[in-house]
Structure formats: C-alpha cells, structure tokens
C-alpha cells in the first residue's frame, strides 16, 4: 500500500431497473471535491503518468470498460517512498482511488471496448475561471521518466 491513497472497492446494488453505487460521501473519508468531469479512454490507450503538486484525484472506475491503475510514491516525506502498485479496475473491479499529491499516477485501458473514469478532484483545473497554472507534471513526455506504463 501507498500512504494516504484510499482505494475503496464499490458495491453495485442491483434490481430490475438496473444498478446503482455510491461512489463518495462526505462522512466516509473527509475529501471535499470542487469539482468533477468523465472521460473515456479507448482500448489499449494509456493516460499519464503525471502528478500534481497541490492537488488530490478520486477516480472513480465503475465501467464500461477495465483500466490497470499505477501508483507510484516519490514523496520525500513519506513512509511509503518508493512503493510502486498496480491494480486492476472498472467494470468488474469496481474502485474508488483517492491519490494524494506526490504521488505519480497513470491508467490504461485493458478492455476491449473504451473505459470510462470520473474524477473528483479537490482543485479546480487551472484553479478560478481557469486562470492559474495547470498543476502537473508529465511524465509521460520524459522520456527518461523511471515511471512507465506498459
């Protein structure tokens, strides 16, 4: 495990209208996102790996589709500097993941057809009325990155 990440697995409850899951609460982690958007990604694509300074992210893969989600630590002040994982996600491993600051994230979709992500992050993208700096570093454009995802 990487410090101060919360990986949440979802429950679908199920009936015959279809399905429904919670995917955040207030009295659960004491995250308060600001903000929120989708995205899919199409098989086989790849997203980061980056990180953000300030910034947290709670991804939400519920479906369609299945990503591998990597994590990697590089805080200096962490207990878990270093510490690399990956896991399976989406459709059938329902997951929330918060990813505090510092910590390098990326995602691929594995799935045949395109996954989709929600994000919930505790920023706003460019911070208010899109005016401040985009908090992110890209490793995904290094290509001496040591964070890579296959």
């Not at 949440?8 to 919670?22: F, P, S």
């Not at 004491?30 to 929120?36: D, N």
């Not at 908090?135 to 964070?147: A, L």
């Amino acid at each position: 495990m990487i410090k101060d990440v919360i990986i949440k697995k979802l429950n679908k409850y199920n009936d015959e209208r279809g399905w429904l899951t919670e995917i955040w609460r207030e009295d659960e982690s004491g995250y308060e996102p600001v903000m929120s958007y989708i995205s899919q990604t199409k098989p086989g694509v790849v997203r980061g790996p980056h990180e953000h300074k300030y910034q947290s992210d709670c991804f939400v893969f519920i479906g369609p589709g299945s990503f591998e989600l990597y994590l990697w630590d590089k805080r200096e002040d962490s207990q878990s500097k270093g510490e690399h994982i990956k896991i399976k996600v989406g459709e059938d491993d329902p997951t929330m993941v918060i990813v505090p600051p510092g910590v390098v994230h990326g995602y691929k979709c594995v799935s045949d057809i395109p996954g989709w992500c929600i994000n919930l992050p505790n920023k706003l993208y460019k911070g208010k009325d899109k005016q401040e700096e985009i908090d992110e570093i890209r490793w995904e454009i290094d290509k001496n990155s040591p964070y890579k995802i296959n």
